[in-house]
């Protein structure tokens, strides 16, 4: 009796910490999603020190987007140590940000600098960020101290690398 009793209470402390844990893992999801307007996002886009920055406009619910994120994330976890730095800006809405860009996260491990970006003023932001952008969606800034190129398209990885690979090569 004292034994049946003993592995009853044994799997609720297991399922309590393993309930706990999953928990602790939104978040710290949810902690490191900061949400943006475009004078605090601006930063990152002009940032002039010795890295190559990756920044890459997408959305859960754009599907080319979602299709080329493990691109951005291969890229990140090869160039890691090679002082490149990925940062993935999610154009999702802020109603969303738990129900989808969270769990979206989380399930698919995203290892790569997420930030939540939200600003109404579309005409100036897009503009700013790039001449060319029409503000579809997915869109990729590369960019150093010395040089800048801005992408509206989707990407391969070999793709992505190549253009990668011109930073790097300057």
């Not at 979206?104 to 930030?115: A, H, M, N």
């Not at 503000?135 to 990885?157: C, D, M, V």
């Amino acid at each position: 009796m004292y034994r049946f009793r003993f592995l009853i209470l044994f799997a609720l402390i297991i399922s309590s910490c393993k309930k706990n844990k999953e928990t602790k893992e939104e978040s710290t999801i949810q902690n490191e999603i900061t949400t943006l307007n475009y004078n605090e996002l601006k930063p990152f886009l002009h940032k002039n020190d010795d890295k190559t920055y990756v920044i890459n406009f997408w959305a859960t619910w754009c599907l080319p987007c979602v299709k080329e994120l493990p691109a951005f994330e291969k890229l990140n976890k090869e160039f890691k140590d090679k002082n490149v730095e990925v940062i993935l800006v999610s154009l999702d809405f802020s109603k969303q940000i738990e129900s989808n860009l969270i769990p979206f996260i989380k399930k698919k491990e995203i290892k790569s600098k997420v930030l939540h970006f939200e600003d109404k003023n579309e005409q100036f932001w897009i503009q700013d960020i790039a001449d060319s952008w029409s503000g579809s969606i997915p869109a990729t800034l590369i960019y150093t101290k010395n040089k800048r190129k801005f992408y509206e398209q989707s990407f391969h990885y070999e793709t992505l690398k190549n253009e990668l690979q011109t930073f790097l090569n300057q």
